[in-house]
């Protein structure tokens, strides 16, 4: 099945809207939430969004492995019962995932922004773990249409970047069906 990860900014106007929508993210399904680097520090924004969830991994982009700050990283790690990952990227078009924490390569696959799900052939035969960074789709249509060629082209999922639509879109991925109402007012 299809994952979806939500990239959040790490700018917030309001700390209590910023945490209740990252709670209600997980709630619906959301697989991970990556926060942009740049803003606020993402360290001690990522530990406060490890306070309020469960499930959800935890993740950061950096620009190189030498912006990896080890002793906040195991921290982080600790706050979110193991769930931070970290991509490390020289161009913004590929990343390696690791582990957070000390620094030792443990690399657990690859993360891919791709265009289309047509690039995704080479990495359905392997254990890299392909990710498309796509915009949030107009409507349920095209988003239903975005899940299943990505899925069918092998992708491990979908990083959307957050807007108020993404959290309907994960609660009700399904294109609108309300005969139930037709039915009970006739």
């Known amino acids: 099945m ?3 990860a939500v990239r959040l900014p790490a700018t ?3 700390v209590g809207e910023y945490l209740a929508d990252v709670s209600a993210l997980e709630a619906a399904g959301a697989a991970a939430i990556w926060i942009d680097a740049a803003g606020l520090d993402p360290w001690v924004l990522l530990g406060a969004i490890a306070a309020v969830t469960h ?3 935890l993740g950061c982009l950096l620009a190189a492995t030498s912006a990896w700050p080890a002793e906040k990283l195991v921290t982080l790690q600790k706050l979110s019962r ?3 990952v970290v991509g490390v990227s ?3 078009q590929a990343a390696t995932l690791f582990a957070a924490g000390p620094k030792k390569e443990t690399a657990t696959g690859s993360i891919m922004e791709v265009e289309s799900p047509e690039f995704l052939g080479a990495a359905r035969d392997t254990h890299i773990e392909v990710w498309a960074a796509i915009e949030v789709p107009p409507d349920r249509a095209a988003w239903v249409e975005a899940l299943s060629a990505y899925e069918a082209a ?3 999922g979908l990083i959307v970047p ?3 639509r993404v959290l309907d879109l994960l609660r009700n991925p399904e294109p609108d069906d309300r005969t139930d109402l037709l039915i009970s007012t006739g």
């Open 154 to 156: 092998g992708a491990t």
């Open 82 to 84: 193991g769930r931070t």
């Open 162 to 164: 957050w807007n108020e």
């Open 2 to 4: 299809l994952q979806v």
């Open 55 to 57: 499930r959800v991994h």
């Open 12 to 14: 917030i106007d309001d």
């Open 90 to 92: 020289s161009h913004g």
